[in-house]
């Protein structure tokens, strides 16, 4: 699904990513833990070139994103994304933030797209509130309808950029609910996040970063269980 | 003082006449201005330093050089130059649009950038391209941070428009003018003309905010 070869990024002198080698296959929930300033959002936003990338090559589903004559913005349809402040459109109803990507990117009806955002609607939760704005939502709320937004382009895969760190602790749960589901139904997911509760449950793999580099990578169990690196070991007994 | 408000009444049609064509132009050099200055403001942040630079250069030398020297420039070179003969109202609105370009490029410019950037790469996340972030996404948020600003340069404008009396475009100022070069009235000629440039300020200052008001309930 996405093969990684090679990836660095530098600001002018400072390395943040160096030689990043990963493949993810389809329908894995690949987990992204590590210190702050790793890398791991940085890591994520060159996924789908919000971030141009200083060397390597990042392949999804066989379409080089390097590749000068690839077009980004058919790419990007592909690979939805949510952030940590969420992004909603703050002039949109609820409604009209799902709807406006099928809309103006896939020129689908209105009514086809009216229906198929009820439909996420109904999948967050949050059908009752389709017609209101995002400012009267609380963050847990806004949080499902960015998920919502992103998955009415049918992406192939979902990149999670710490989906949950701006929320406050009681909303945490709601949204990790609505990836579970997801992550069930099969999508492919990358997700960077602080919820190792979360990583155990749901990852199929969780990825250590630390200065730039994937330090480790190993199945849940074995990565908590039995780290084998110092700074994975370091890391983990300070959060767990 | 004695006011002789038979000359004003006889003058009154001029008046009128005037005050049309100043509220037109007005209205063109705002309309083209913002166009041109949406223009000019997306290639002032293109990410290239050269195509930048020349923005950059076109809204410094607009805005350091006075506008009465930028319309004789129109008026007495450039239009000369396509029509072969100059026309003062057609140099009055290429000036003014230019004009008010520059300065109403910047207001887009710092609209624009106020935004989240994080609305633009929410947008462009979901595969829309530059423009349709922009249009769908950007403007509409930065539209109602840019109308107090643009308020103001229309307002400007309107005064502004008063230099075209210097060629000869028949608006309000050059009408006012020609009764004073009449009679000699100064207080009748003059008095009248603020009088109408403070009642259309006035006005277009109450709609404004108005239009605010109605953008901020929304």
């Given at each position: ?240 | ?204 200052t109450q709609l404004l905010s108005k239009l605010e008001r109605r953008l901020n309930i929304e």
């Open positions: 699904m996405i093969k990684i070869s090679h990836l660095k990024k530098n600001y002018g002198k400072t390395d943040i990513l160096k030689d990043i080698n990963i493949t993810i296959k389809s329908s894995e929930v690949v987990v992204v833990i590590g210190p702050s300033g790793a890398g791991k959002s940085t890591f994520l936003r060159c996924i789908n070139s919000l971030e141009t990338i200083t060397e390597g090559n990042i392949c999804i589903a066989g379409v080089d994103l390097t590749d000068k004559k690839t077009n980004i913005n058919k790419m990007r349809e592909k690979v939805g994304m949510v952030f940590q402040d969420f992004n909603l459109f703050p002039h949109m109803t609820v409604k009209e933030n799902v709807m406006l990507a099928p809309l103006r990117v896939k020129n689908c009806q209105v009514q086809e797209a009216e229906g198929k955002t009820m439909v996420l609607l109904q999948k967050v939760g949050l059908a009752n509130k389709a017609d209101v704005y995002p400012e009267s939502l609380s963050g847990g709320q806004k949080q499902r309808i960015a998920i919502a937004r992103a998955l009415a382009m049918e992406p192939d895969v979902m990149l999670f950029d710490e989906p949950t760190s701006a929320l406050d602790p009681e909303m945490v749960g709601e949204v990790l609910e609505v990836m579970k589901q997801l992550a069930r139904d099969g999508m492919t997911m990358v997700v960077v996040t602080h919820e190792m509760g979360f990583a155990k449950e749901v990852g199929s793999r969780i990825v250590f970063m630390d200065r730039g580099s994937i330090l480790e990578e190993n199945s849940p169990q074995e990565l908590f269980n039995n780290p084998c690196h110092e700074r994975t070991k370091a890391f983990l007994s300070k959060i767990l | 003082m004695d006011f002789r408000f038979d000359i004003v009444a006889e003058y009154g049609a001029f008046f009128l006449q005037g005050t049309l064509l100043t509220v037109g132009l007005s209205l063109i050099g705002v309309l083209l201005g913002t166009i041109i200055g949406l223009f000019i403001s997306l290639g002032k942040m293109m990410k290239s330093k050269w195509c930048s630079l020349i923005f950059t250069c076109y809204i410094n030398i607009i805005r350091g050089t006075p506008l009465l020297v930028q319309l004789l420039i129109i008026h007495f070179g450039i239009i000369p130059l396509f029509l072969h003969r100059s026309n003062g109202i057609a140099a009055t609105i290429v000036a003014l649009s230019i004009n008010a370009s520059a300065y109403i490029a910047e207001t887009i410019r710092a609209g624009i950038q106020s935004i989240h950037k994080g609305q633009m790469e929410a947008a462009r996340s979901l595969g829309m391209t530059y423009m349709q972030a922009m249009r769908y996404v950007i403007l509409p948020q930065a539209m109602k941070r840019m109308l107090p600003p643009l308020g103001n340069e229309f307002i400007s404008l309107i005064k502004d428009s008063s230099l075209a009396s210097t060629i000869a475009a028949p608006e309000l100022m050059y009408w006012a003018q020609a009764m004073n070069a009449q009679y000699y009235r100064v207080w009748e000629s003059y008095l009248t003309s603020a009088a109408v440039y403070l009642f259309l300020t006035f006005t277009l």
